[in-house]
């Protein structure tokens, strides 16, 4: 997502990789998934598919999803 010294950042690829990580259950890829759709980031903002993975981030500890999912709860209503 952010590149390397020799690599430019590639938020697309990044978020194929989280959504496959996120897949399979990882929370963190789960919370980074929801992230990127939150803002857009890599992909087309959707706060529902933001949610969704937020929601599964937080059911597995991951303490900032809770933050972003209130940031999408805000933009959905």
């Known amino acids: ?3 390397t010294v020799t690599q430019k950042p590639d938020r697309a690829e990044a978020v194929r990789w989280f959504r ?3 897949l399979l259950g990882h ?3 789960q919370m980074e998934l929801g992230r990127a759709y939150l803002m857009g980031d890599g992909v087309d903002k ?3 598919l ?3 993975w ?3 981030a937080a059911a597995q500890q991951q303490a900032e999803a809770l933050a ?3 940031q999408a709860a805000a933009q959905l209503t």
Request: proline share 5%; no cysteine.
């Open 1 to 3: 997502r952010q590149g």
């Open 20 to 22: 496959r990580a996120a």
């Open 27 to 29: 929370g963190l890829s």
């Open 46 to 48: 959707n706060p529902r």
């Open 50 to 52: 933001a949610a969704k």
């Open 54 to 56: 937020l929601q599964r």
């Open 68 to 70: 972003l999912l209130a």
